[in-house]
């Protein structure tokens, strides 16, 4: 089965469906037979790349809220994270463009060792939302790359040249034209789409439903994503 996810480095949603749908996906016995590939996805395309500011006064200037609102709001994300053992710091958080840490996580796609666009992904959502790292800057970006095993040569001409920004332009495209319009999503065999940080027992509902859905067409492929049933994420 292959499992396509668009999200957002800059998602404080998307780290915990990673960790839930991670969860569900152990215990699945088909695990194994799983593809995963990781999608880009801009919440906020126009952050400029260097913010004068806390995430609680971006947020708030964005959505027009208060800023003690937005403060209740990392309250209740918080202890959704620390539910999935996360430890979420937004107080710490560096406002930042996501770009350029998208093209990182397509430089590690580009890799073919097994593993390690997770392991990228994991750990840019990490550095962004526990450690107050800044996912905009290159020397950040080349650290949290040689960790997962990336030449750091490679890392530093990839962002210069941008090479991977018209992959991560291209996954953004695919989401509009599949009617993508909040991330996480999780499209299962181009068969079955699941919006939000769903309880694990939702993806492993959705697991079985899209087998089944695939063995019952045999190889053929649906259009466009069914919509999986289940509870959106609040």
Not at 111 to 135: N, P, T, Y
Not at 188 to 207: I, N, T, Y
Request: aromatic letters at 8%.
């Amino acid at each position: 089965m292959q499992i396509d996810i668009w999200s957002d480095v800059a998602c404080p949603w998307c780290f915990i469906g990673k960790r839930r749908f991670e969860r569900a996906l152990r215990a699945w016995e088909h695990g194994d037979e799983v593809e995963v590939t990781w999608h880009s996805y801009q919440l906020d395309p126009s952050l400029p790349e260097h913010y004068d500011g806390t995430e609680a006064e971006y947020l708030a200037e964005r959505k027009g809220m208060p800023v003690a609102q937005v403060r209740e709001m990392f309250q209740h994300v918080t202890q959704q994270a620390a539910g999935e053992g996360l430890a979420y710091d937004f107080d710490a958080l560096v406002v930042a463009n996501s770009l350029r840490a998208h093209q990182l996580l397509h430089l590690a796609k580009a890799h073919a060792r097994a593993g390690v666009a997770d392991a990228v992904k994991d750990a840019l959502l990490s550095a962004h939302f526990e450690r107050g790292v800044d996912i905009g800057d290159v020397d950040a970006l080349v650290a949290i790359g040689t960790s997962a095993g990336l030449d750091e040569r490679e890392i530093r001409e990839a962002l210069a040249d941008e090479r991977h920004l018209p992959a991560v332009r291209a996954d953004i495209a695919q989401a509009q034209e599949l009617g993508v319009t909040g991330v996480p999503f999780f499209v299962f065999d181009m068969r079955l789409g699941l919006s939000g940080a769903q309880p694990a027992e939702v993806f492993a509902q959705a697991l079985e439903q899209a087998r089944t859905l695939a063995l019952d067409a045999g190889t053929g492929e649906a259009a466009a994503p069914e919509s999986a049933q289940g509870r959106r994420a609040t």
